[in-house]
């Protein structure tokens, strides 16, 4: 039995890097809100950096809800495209350094997404994080947590179903 | 609403920075009923490819507008937070046409107030989405007994 040598390190993560940083460069409006993802392996966490425009509060002050929503929802299509690529890239059918905007993997849609706002949102960063619950063919199902300084307590937490990209699309 | 009130809403409204930062205006409001509008731009892109505005930007507009129907409520709530929201997305907005919400708060308790809303693009016949969500209502010291 002949075994492949295992890829070098960087390259593995230099290729997943690529390949996240495509996908979320890609959509300009993650952009106008600064939102940025840190990987450790295939987990993700999203981060929202603090600005003055996301406040929706300024008396006390707090985060816009608005911004909490958009937030979260970011983070479940970002992980949802995120799980669906991962194959691909692995094994080397999606070469992410040759990704664009207008070669990238076509995103999920958005059916419905409903957020449950537990305590207002503070002026510092905001972190969030996306499980797949379920992911079908054609749909899916995401939960998201969002926390600010500690971790077991959520500020917000979502749930949304998705439309997968149809694969010849 | 007087016209005094109504101006007061429109201006909270207007100066807040996140409804600032994506040009929100307020087209009307009173009476628990509250349109607000958006432009569309380019930096709300959610999908490259479509050059479709973002669900999330469409939420912020859904969130403030819901928020700012409970604030012309007759019963004169003097704060509102969002609770609970839940938004359908039926389709994709029609690119470069600006947003509409239209929120109703249609029912106030003491401390709960339920939302219904509506955002358009310019055919205002089809939906882009429905939202509905339950917000908080701040009362006055006093009224709380």
């Not at chain 1, 949802?80 to 059918?93: K, P, R, T």
């Not at chain 1, 207008?102 to 706002?117: A, N």
Request: proline share 7%.
């Amino acid at each position: 039995m002949t075994r492949r040598a295992p890829e070098p390190v960087q390259v593995i993560k230099q290729r997943r890097d690529a390949a996240l940083s495509a996908l979320v460069r890609g959509v300009p409006y993650m952009q106008f809100l600064g939102i940025e993802f840190e990987r450790r392996g295939d987990e993700l966490t999203a981060i929202l950096p603090y600005d003055d425009k996301l406040i929706g509060n300024p008396l006390l002050p707090a985060l816009h809800g608005g911004v909490t929503a958009a937030f979260l929802e970011a983070t479940a299509i970002i992980g949802l495209s995120w799980a669906l690529i991962w194959d691909d890239m692995e094994s080397g059918v999606i070469d992410p350094r040759g990704l664009t905007p207008e070669t990238l993997p076509r995103l999920p849609k958005t059916i419905d997404f409903t957020v449950d706002y537990l305590r207002p949102g503070l002026p510092r960063d905001a972190y969030a994080r996306a499980r797949v619950n379920r992911s079908g063919r054609r749909y899916a199902s995401v939960h998201v947590e969002g926390w600010q300084d500690n971790r077991a307590r959520l500020f917000a937490q979502a749930t949304g179903h998705f439309l997968m990209p149809s694969r010849d699309d | 609403m007087s016209d005094d009130k109504a101006r007061i809403a429109r201006q909270f409204i207007q100066a807040i920075p996140h409804s600032r930062a994506l040009s929100m205006q307020v087209e009307e409001i009173g009476n628990g009923v509250a349109e607000i509008s958006m432009p569309y731009d380019e930096r709300l892109v959610g999908d490259p490819r479509s050059r479709v505005i973002s669900g999330g930007a469409v939420s912020a507009l859904l969130d403030t507008c819901g928020g700012a129907s409970v604030m012309c409520h007759p019963t004169g709530p003097q704060g509102t937070a969002t609770i609970d929201l839940r938004i359908d997305y039926m389709r994709a907005a029609t690119p470069g046409q600006r947003i509409t919400a239209r929120a109703e708060c249609y029912h106030v308790t003491r401390s709960v107030a339920f939302v219904r809303a509506t955002a358009m693009d310019e055919d205002r016949d089809n939906p882009v989405a429905t939202a509905s969500g339950a917000f908080t209502v701040e009362r006055p010291k006093a009224q709380r007994t």
